[in-house]
């Protein structure tokens, strides 16, 4: 019997939640078969990093990679779920108790995947602490995850620094309400976009 896949990405629509400043995704009606239009056909417009999305080196280094020259094999095999207890950050102290490994795939599970859309762009969601991305990228993980819409704090760029230095995919908007912590099947594919970023569709299968 094959194994359930669970999708853990944001399903993309007009009018979505979005990171303050980026443009507000549209969805225009084009073509529609209710009208008596040959076909139905949408036009889309956002940017790269709506909804659950992938970033790049490029998206904060300069002379960075872009999405479709990175290599996918961080974003496809066996990943852990790991549950954040705590309430402000994504700290060392708790990162150190899940025995983290050379190119481990993780999936950080905050109280984000508690609080409604509107919520999620507020001040109040957990990121990764600036210290806590550097010792994952000196440990050589291979991909990083959050179930916020960005993985640093408001203004702040840190973490996206340390990861995207050192070469680690960095997943945002994941959707893990409802994802026990475990081991998993992880496959992430990004749009083969020639940018900073990418929206993705992500799925884990139980091991």
Do not use: Q
């Amino acid at each position: 019997m094959a194994r359930r896949l669970i999708d853990i990405s944001m399903p993309l629509r007009g009018g979505m939640p979005h990171w303050p400043g980026d443009p507000a995704p549209r969805f225009e009606r084009l073509l529609d078969r209710r009208r008596g239009d040959a076909c139905t056909l949408t036009a889309l417009s956002m940017s790269a990093h709506t909804g659950t999305h992938v970033d790049a080196p490029l998206h904060y280094l300069r002379g960075g990679r872009s999405v479709e020259a990175m290599d996918l094999d961080g974003l496809i095999g066996p990943a852990r779920v790991l549950e954040i207890a705590d309430a402000a950050a994504v700290t060392v102290a708790e990162l150190g108790r899940h025995r983290v490994r050379r190119g481990d795939r993780l999936l950080l599970k905050t109280r984000n995947s508690l609080l409604d859309s509107a919520r999620r762009l507020a001040n109040d969601y957990v990121a990764l602490a600036a210290d806590a991305a550097a010792w994952l990228a000196g440990r050589g993980v291979r991909a990083v995850g959050i179930d916020g819409l960005s993985i640093d704090r408001p203004g702040d760029d840190a973490a996206h620094l340390a990861l995207l230095a050192a070469g680690v995919w960095i997943v945002e908007g994941l959707r893990l309400a409802g994802v026990p912590a475990g081991r998993y099947e992880l496959l992430c594919l990004p749009l083969r976009l020639a940018a900073d970023g990418a929206p993705a569709r992500a799925l884990l299968r139980a091991r």
